[in-house]
């Protein structure tokens, strides 16, 4: 494997290729800058005019393990060939082009980032024909799992469980090492059902499976995600209590509690409504107090001024005879709403519940 700066991790296999790898000397030294880092030639070269030399800067063996990689955005059914590759050399291994070399013969090349010493990469380098790959998944419809009541809130937690199943199957006659790469997502967790995957990076989840020759393995992966919802029981309403009992988020006993909210809150609402129609009633005789007092200013001179005036005070005392009944209905009335609304606050607020379902 060799990277533009001549950096030499190919010698998998012995033979020739090998042999004269072991021949060369590294010319070089590193060092690290931060972030980034430099060679410095061990000894001065000279190129002399028209001429071009070609100097080892890393010459190193460093751990490999020959791996297939999977991933669904692959958007094949065949793996990649990889290596799985671990710098135990000192020196920073550049980015760059590589070639790979099995038995002497050209394998595949790919490119590379430069990899630090001890970091450990995945760089892939051909197709790997000879394992197929095939991914299902299969979600459950989400459900209630627990339901929490305080303070006038209640809190569903509700869960949703997804497995995706993965079938490998090796049609090569040698034993292959396959890992297969899953979306880690944001707000699913890993059952304890599900196998723990080799390594998991800030994108996926690395899970390791050993393809015999000819033989197919499975592995299934079972994630579950929780989500938080939160009803305000001021709100609640029939339809609202129907929907819970469709989810089965709540139990007979809350029901009830739920019932007598529902029941409370009707019995504010027919008690506003009554003050709403005394309200126009009230808003009718006042409007039609102030078309007689208009009628009073027209009459003044009128040969009809004194029998008129007459009959037009007396609907004005009986108005404000009314009035006054209607203004002591609505004190009544207010009153009886003021105490319904606090048993209302206080049924709300003394509701308690944590409950697993």
Same mark, same amino acid.
């Given at each position: 494997m060799?990277?533009?700066?001549?950096?030499?991790?190919?010698?998998?296999?012995?033979?020739?290729?090998?042999?004269?790898?072991?021949?060369?000397?590294?010319?070089?030294?590193?060092?690290? @800058?931060?972030?980034?880092?430099?060679?410095? &030639?061990?000894?001065?070269?000279?190129?002399?005019?028209?001429?071009?030399?070609?100097?080892?800067?890393?010459?190193?063996?460093?751990?490999?393990?020959?791996?297939?990689?999977?991933?669904?955005?692959?958007?094949?059914?065949?793996?990649?060939?990889?290596?799985?590759?671990?710098?135990?050399?000192?020196?920073?291994?550049?980015?760059?082009?590589?070639?790979? +070399?099995?038995?002497?013969?050209?394998?595949?090349?790919?490119?590379?980032?430069?990899?630090k010493?001890?970091?450990?990469?995945?760089?892939?380098?051909?197709?790997? &024909?000879?394992?197929r790959? $095939?991914?299902?998944?299969?979600?459950?419809?989400?459900?209630?799992?627990?339901?929490?009541?305080?303070?006038?809130?209640?809190?569903?937690?509700?869960?949703?469980?997804?497995?995706?199943?993965?079938?490998?199957r090796?049609?090569?006659?040698?034993?292959?090492?396959?890992?297969?790469?899953?979306?880690?997502?944001?707000?699913?967790?890993?059952?304890?059902?599900?196998?723990?995957?080799?390594?998991?990076?800030?994108? $996926?989840?690395?899970?390791?499976?050993?393809?015999?020759?000819?033989?197919?393995?499975?592995?299934?992966?079972?994630?579950?995600s929780?989500?938080?919802?939160?009803?305000?029981?001021?709100? *609640?309403?029939?339809?609202?209590?129907?929907?819970? @009992?469709?989810?089965?988020?709540?139990?007979?006993?809350?029901?009830?509690?739920?019932?007598?909210?529902?029941?409370?809150?009707?019995?504010?609402?027919?008690?506003?409504?009554q003050?709403?129609?005394?309200?126009?009633?009230?808003?009718?005789?006042?409007?039609?107090?102030?078309?007689?007092?208009?009628?009073?200013?027209?009459?003044?001179?009128?040969?009809?001024?004194?029998? *008129?005036t007459?009959?037009?005070?007396?609907? @004005?005392?009986?108005?404000?005879?009314?009035?006054?009944?209607?203004?002591?209905?609505?004190?009544? +009335?207010?009153?009886q709403?003021?105490?319904?609304?606090?048993? &209302?606050?206080?049924?709300?607020?003394?509701l308690?519940?944590?409950?697993t +379902?």
């Amino acid at each position: 494997m060799n990277g533009r700066n001549f950096t030499d991790i190919s010698a998998l296999q012995p033979g020739a290729v090998s042999e004269a790898q072991r021949g060369m000397l590294s010319s070089a030294r590193g060092s690290d @800058l931060g972030d980034l880092f430099e060679y410095k &030639l061990k000894d001065r070269v000279t190129i002399h005019k028209n001429e071009s030399s070609l100097v080892p800067i890393v010459q190193a063996h460093v751990q490999t393990e020959k791996v297939s990689l999977w991933n669904p955005s692959l958007g094949s059914a065949r793996p990649l060939r990889a290596l799985w590759l671990t710098n135990s050399s000192t020196l920073t291994l550049d980015g760059g082009s590589f070639s790979v +070399l099995e038995d002497e013969a050209f394998a595949g090349e790919g490119l590379m980032d430069p990899v630090k010493p001890g970091e450990k990469r995945l760089v892939s380098y051909a197709a790997d &024909l000879g394992v197929r790959v $095939d991914k299902k998944t299969h979600g459950e419809p989400q459900r209630v799992t627990k339901v929490r009541i305080i303070h006038g809130t209640m809190i569903q937690t509700s869960a949703t469980r997804q497995d995706t199943i993965y079938t490998a199957r090796n049609e090569d006659s040698v034993q292959r090492a396959l890992l297969i790469e899953h979306a880690l997502r944001p707000g699913w967790n890993l059952s304890s059902d599900t196998p723990k995957p080799e390594e998991t990076t800030a994108t $996926d989840y690395r899970f390791r499976l050993t393809l015999g020759a000819k033989a197919t393995t499975t592995l299934v992966v079972t994630e579950s995600s929780t989500i938080e919802s939160r009803y305000a029981l001021t709100n *609640l309403d029939d339809n609202q209590i129907q929907v819970f @009992l469709q989810q089965k988020s709540i139990n007979p006993e809350v029901e009830a509690a739920f019932r007598k909210i529902v029941e409370q809150k009707n019995h504010i609402a027919s008690l506003d409504a009554q003050l709403s129609a005394i309200e126009s009633q009230q808003e009718k005789i006042f409007d039609d107090q102030q078309r007689i007092r208009e009628n009073l200013k027209s009459l003044k001179g009128s040969s009809e001024e004194r029998a *008129l005036t007459q009959r037009y005070t007396q609907q @004005l005392e009986d108005q404000e005879t009314q009035l006054q009944k209607l203004q002591t209905q609505t004190t009544d +009335l207010q009153s009886q709403r003021d105490k319904a609304q606090e048993a &209302l606050d206080a049924m709300i607020e003394n509701l308690d519940l944590d409950a697993t +379902l």
